[in-house]
């Protein structure tokens, strides 16, 4: 897709616009981290030369966050006047620009291209799950048509406490919960505890309360409540920020010994009847033997 043009024996000019790719991973603030770029710019001493290279119908893949912002970058160096650099979505072939102007009623799209800048950047806010697949940026020449191909992963980050669905704690000891927090391409800096949906982070009502949240590629929140009372039962949820939550539901007893004594007085109290209904039922057979006779 290159023609090549001499001009005087002094130089080579490139004639065709040529683009590529930078490839990136969005967050949910917006932070973006180059991978690296697909471009090849070498310098001859002594002349003008200019060497730069793309690949036609090139691929690459990129992850944003739920409710985060994407940034499709495309660069493109020697557009001609008459060159168009346009964005289209795969799954329904929708234009959703062409230059600078934008052809969707959905507002959270646009295009950012500074003056003289080589950058077109297909920019997308509060990314959600419908915004996952293939993006096209198709640049248009003098000599045919150039395009690469933008794979756009939309990430939910899940939550899950560990241990099972219920958790049993003694009247007056501690409550520890750990959640943890995954495929979160930006760690959450807050995780925040939910009991019977009232948050608990700051509950400075009930005390005893506090919550340890480690940031990284699994966050790992802990809450701790001492002190535990009948009160305390209940649902607990953590969740963080565009993350699906999780849950887990809480018993407090009055503790072990207890319930052991309980059960103890509620076995000896079953065996007292049963031995009384066996005395009843051998007095029973026994008076009939002798009414019989």
């Known amino acids: 897709m290159m023609k090549w043009k001499r001009t005087g024996g002094m130089g080579i000019q ?69 060159g168009q650099v346009s964005w289209i979505r795969k799954r329904d072939w929708h234009i959703l620009s062409s230059g600078k102007f934008t052809y969707t009623n959905d507002e959270r799209f646009q295009v950012l291209h500074g003056e003289g800048s080589e950058d077109w950047t297909l920019q997308i806010k509060f990314v959600q799950k419908r ?14 048509i150039v395009s690469h ?3 756009l992963q939309i990430v939910v980050p899940e939550a899950f406490i560990l241990g099972s669905g219920e958790h049993h704690v003694d009247l007056g000891s501690v409550i520890h919960l750990i959640c943890i927090v995954e495929k979160s391409p930006t760690p959450p800096q807050y995780v925040f505890w ?24 699994r966050t790992q ?23 699906e939550p999780a849950s887990i539901h809480v018993f407090v007893s009055e503790g072990s010994n207890k319930m052991a004594a309980i059960l103890r007085r509620n076995t000896s109290a079953i065996h007292g009847i049963t031995t009384s209904a066996t005395c009843l039922l051998l007095l029973g057979t026994a008076l009939m033997h002798y009414g019989l006779r």
């Not at 009991?195 to 700051?202: E, K």
């Not at 039962?233 to 953590?238: D, K, M, Q, R």
């Open 14 to 82: 490139l004639a065709a616009a040529v683009f590529w790719m930078l490839p990136l991973i969005t967050s949910s603030t917006g932070d973006i981290r180059h991978h690296g770029a697909s471009r090849a710019r070498g310098w001859r001493a002594g002349t003008q030369q200019t060497v730069e290279t793309a690949a036609n119908n090139s691929v690459s893949n990129i992850t944003a966050q739920l409710g985060g912002t994407a940034y499709l970058h495309c660069l493109v160096g020697h557009l001609s006047e008459r």
């Open 131 to 144: 915004d996952n697949g293939t993006y096209e940026c198709q640049v248009s020449t003098r000599t045919g």
């Open 149 to 151: 191909y933008v794979r």
């Open 194 to 217: 939910y009991h019977n949906d009232r948050m608990i982070n700051y509950d400075a009502t009930r005390g005893g309360i506090t919550v340890e949240t480690e940031p990284g590629a």
């Open 221 to 243: 929140s802990r809450l701790t409540v001492r002190g535990a009372t009948l009160k305390d039962s209940g649902n607990y949820t953590c969740s963080a920020s565009n993350t």
